[in-house]
């Protein structure tokens, strides 16, 4: 059994930064890749960023330059920063992660950006 526990999600204005972490637990050794879903109001679960166990990242073009995926194997944890923070970014953010053919999600935690 694999839990996933995001934290790091509350309101800020826009123009603001956040971290989110995502700490993986249980029966886990090593990750395939582990990253974020953005899921906006009425709208559908879209990939932000992932990274690798061996650390190659990916960033949606729409996050490029203002969010930072990078994680910590030792922990089992993955952090996403978050700079320059737009009201569109709001919404829940889901942790992932590929374990061989097994997806894991965390619960979800909710990122509010204030006008």
């Known amino acids: 059994q694999v839990q996933l526990v995001e934290s790091g999600g509350r309101l800020v204005q826009a123009g603001g930064s956040l971290r989110l972490s995502c700490a993986a637990s249980g029966r886990i050794f090593s990750y395939d890749r582990m990253g974020w879903y953005h899921q906006a109001p009425g709208k559908a679960r879209e990939l932000v960023a992932s990274?690798?166990?061996?650390?190659?990242?990916y960033c949606a073009d729409s996050v490029k330059g203002r969010f930072t995926i990078s994680s910590d194997n030792a922990k089992n944890t993955v952090y996403l920063q978050m700079n320059s923070l737009k009201p569109e970014d709001t919404g829940a953010y889901y942790c992932?992660?590929?374990?061989?053919?097994?997806?894991?999600w965390g619960q979800g935690t909710q990122v509010t950006v204030s006008s």
């Open positions: 992932y992660a590929d374990l061989r053919v097994v997806r894991y």
């Open positions: 990274i690798t166990g061996g650390g190659s990242a």
